[in-house]
């Protein structure tokens, strides 16, 4: 990941689509590969701050991982930059925040 991170920071014409990163992510976490694939959804946060989507990710991963205190503060995030996020509402709910 800090080479990826390295070549985005060079001004080099490497592409980062953040539903590439996105699917990346939850494929490592639906194998199971919990913290690597909170490092790519982390990576995609960096990428794509303004996205809902990535934060609403984010915290499934974590929540995932049993890191519910994280999970809340993104579902939060994602919620700040996306009112009409259903499923961070319900997901807080679910955490006993809603």
Avoid at 28 to 56: C, H, K, Q, W
Avoid at 79 to 97: R, S
């Amino acid at each position: 990941m800090s080479r990826l991170k390295k070549l985005r920071d060079s001004g080099g014409d490497l592409y980062f689509d953040e539903e590439s990163i996105n699917e990346i992510g939850y494929g490592l976490m639906n194998s199971d590969r919990l913290n690597l694939a909170i490092e790519v959804l982390e990576f995609n946060t960096e990428l794509f701050p303004g996205s809902a989507n990535v934060y609403d990710s984010l915290a499934e991963a974590c929540m995932k991982s049993g890191d519910t205190a994280r999970a809340i503060e993104l579902y939060r995030k994602s919620l700040e930059l996306n009112p009409a996020n259903d499923n961070a509402k319900e997901k807080l709910k679910e955490l006993g925040q809603g």
